[in-house]
């Protein structure tokens, strides 16, 4: 494979040079308070929320695991980068109960709108769900990123990066992690674009791509008898677990929760939306690119997630091959930010403070501090485990967001659009759907040694999309039964925390937070969505 050269190294360095002046240019701003450290003053313009939104969900292994979903036929995954209407959706339904509530966390709306318990469970729950999956996860397969694409040692690229983003998440807080996040989102774009323009020029365009391919190739939709990929349990359980990421996730909503007011959350979020509509363009093509110039004898690899290195290595010029590298370790470092900032404003906002009260606020900026670093270093330490975790089990991880999201969406939904769902019917709900959720990743991990047919092992071996859909049902179920068999909540508990229980000064308040434009932007990103769907059907 080839070299990166003088020019390559250049621009890599540029990047690096432009990301520290941002980040030393946030840092000397003054920081005095949580709202500065957690939500950057609740002071960031539409650009940057949006910018934001996308850099945090976009990472380096999302990025190469696209591709390879592309190169090695998973092409109904891309589902699951249509969800620009839901973070659209996010905006428009979610964002102003959130906003209005002033909240710092997800899990403090959930105490808002049930009790204590929902919150604290929520919180504990998150904070684990984090450190154990997304910090390692992103840390290992960033690691492997860097030191495939930069020839340098492993260790040594994965402690530069975790260090170098730690550093300034601990010091700046939330504002240095918008800020540098909204010029990672444009090296990102910068880069992808740059290595799909290439693949598809090398490979004669689109037709000539979809002619190096079997027929069919690029067809999302299975039959509904398919093993992996049946469509409807793929479009329910998608769905599903967008709504949990996008809508309810404090890794993502602390971005909109920072917007100066709903008007500027809601265009964040729209414009957020129109950033992932790019991931199909930008990364996914190149794996397909790749897949049909292997067809073709015109490069070769071994792995489908080695269909991007390979196609940036030997196909782009000098130069570009650098910005395409850059926007790989911007992906990287947003992600990470965004992943220290959101443990560190749990820990500190939901559990540090609800323990101590009466702390001051300069105590709870330390600790906010400190709860980054320590989320760093348990990133660190994890790297040794998660190289040693097989396979099978490291899919599990990416895999388990299936099993978390079903509870937690049937709560938020219907504690939004339902006045009658209480506290009661919440909790049970959440602990309900941890058990189940425990129970069924252990059977699925030991579904060889189940007797075929058996109660146990068709619960294990069901096809994980499926079972997440029928796991919805069963959630909101037990939400709705559970909540119509106790109390209803006192109204006065729960005004405007409901569309059922929205004053009137509220209403209207929502009807003058957004103009024409809005809706028609909005409307854009569902009519592309609709768009991308009907163009891969073959």
């Not at 292997?294 to 070769?300: A, V, W």
Request: a neutral charge.
């Amino acid at each position: 494979m080839s070299q990166f050269a003088t020019l390559d190294w250049v621009v890599i360095g540029a990047y690096f040079l432009l990301l520290i002046g941002i980040a030393v240019w946030v840092m000397t701003r003054k920081t005095e308070t949580t709202e500065d450290y957690f939500l950057a003053g609740r002071n960031i313009g539409w650009f940057v929320v949006g910018a934001s939104i996308f850099a945090s969900n976009i990472g380096s292994e999302h990025v190469v695991g696209l591709a390879g979903a592309g190169a090695g036929g998973k092409i109904p995954m891309l589902i699951y980068e249509l969800h620009a209407w839901l973070v659209v959706t996010m905006g428009w339904v979610f964002l102003p109960f959130y906003i209005r509530s002033g909240i710092f966390t997800t899990p403090e709306f959930l105490e808002k709108r049930f009790n204590a318990q929902t919150r604290w469970f929520l919180s504990i729950f998150s904070l684990l769900a984090y450190v154990l999956t997304k910090v390692s996860v992103t840390v290992y397969a960033g690691g492997i990123v860097i030191s495939s694409l930069l020839h340098i040692d492993f260790w040594f690229g994965a402690l530069i990066t975790v260090i170098l983003t730690g550093a300034y998440t601990v010091i700046g807080g939330m504002r240095a992690v918008v800020y540098t996040e909204a010029l990672q989102t444009v090296v990102l774009l910068l880069g992808a674009a740059t290595l799909t323009i290439v693949g598809l020029n090398s490979v004669g365009g689109w037709s000539g791509m979809k002619a190096s391919l079997e027929p069919g190739y690029l067809n999302m939709w299975r039959p509904a008898s398919d093993p992996d990929f049946p469509w409807p349990s793929l479009v329910i359980t998608s769905t599903i677990v967008g709504t949990w990421y996008w809508c309810t996730d404090q890794y993502i909503i602390q971005r909109g929760l920072a917007a100066r007011n709903i008007t500027i959350g809601r265009r964040g979020a729209i414009f957020g939306g129109l950033l992932k509509l790019t991931p199909v363009f930008l990364f996914l093509i190149p794996g397909v690119v790749a897949l049909a110039l292997k067809n073709r004898g015109e490069l070769q690899w071994d792995t489908a997630d080695q269909a991007f290195a390979t196609l940036l290595m030997e196909k782009t010029p000098i130069g570009l091959r650098g910005l395409v590298a850059a926007g790989l370790m911007a992906a990287l470092m947003s992600s990470l930010a965004s992943v220290f900032n959101s443990c560190s404003t749990l820990f500190t906002v939901d559990i540090y403070k609800k323990l101590r009260p009466d702390a001051p606020e300069k105590q709870l900026l330390r600790v906010g501090r400190n709860a980054t670093a320590v989320v760093v270093v348990l990133g660190i330490l994890w790297i040794p485990i998660m190289q040693n975790i097989s396979g099978v089990l490291y899919e599990y991880l990416q895999s388990v967001q299936s099993y978390i999201a079903p509870p937690i969406t049937a709560v938020f939904l219907l504690g939004i659009f339902s006045k009658r769902i209480n506290s009661q019917g919440a909790m049970a709900t959440l602990v309900s759907g941890i058990a189940v959720a425990i129970v069924r990743l252990g059977l699925e991990l030991s579904k060889d040694s189940l007797t075929p047919g058996s109660l146990l092992h068709s619960f294990g071996a069901m096809n994980f999309l499926t079972f997440a859909a029928w796991f919805f049902l069963f959630s909101v179920s037990v939400c709705v039964v559970t909540s119509l068999l106790t109390p209803a909540p006192a109204p006065e508990t729960i005004v405007g925390l409901t569309y059922g229980t929205l004053t009137e000064e509220q209403k209207t308040a929502n009807r003058n937070s957004f103009s024409i434009w809005d809706v028609v932007v909005s409307v854009l990103v569902v009519a592309i969505v609709i768009f991308v769907m009907v163009t891969f059907t073959g």
